[in-house]
């Protein structure tokens, strides 16, 4: 099982990866598909034609664009009547899926051991820097190993 999650979350990683980048592209104020169209020269109505839809239907879609409001089943069939592919994913705030994981399990580790360490020293028992970061190490790896569900918490 536990191989499981770490290929899929490898795979995963794999395809997202051809995202990495787009983050820093820039959306225009007015929407990517009003930016098409006026590139292109197209007008409203024309746009509505291709789409079925009327002019002042074609201004509406344009306009949920800009607001974030469009679904994504509108914009795949905008980008397709305007001979373009629509295509979406996720970009990671860190180098990979992985890399997440992995700071969730350090954030995890720290807060269960520093919680034991403090319990430790209210009964005189606390423990030395060197051997806290080491149990933070150790638990934070195997956290990330078995990836439970409490990571997300």
Known sequence: MRNQKKLLLEQLDNKLSAFNGTETIQIPDKGWIYNIRTALNM???QLGQK???TK?????IEERESTGAISIKSLSEVAKALDMKFVYGF???YSSLEKIVEIKAID???KIVL???QNMKLENQGNADAQIKKAIEELSLE???EMPKSLWD
Do not use: D
């Open 143 to 145: 956290l990330k190993r």
């Open 91 to 93: 970009v990671s705030n």
């Open 108 to 110: 995890l580790a720290k």
């Open 115 to 117: 919680r034991t360490h």
């Open 56 to 60: 002042q239907g074609a201004k509406k």
């Open 43 to 45: 007008t409203l109505e």
């Open 51 to 53: 789409l079925n839809i």
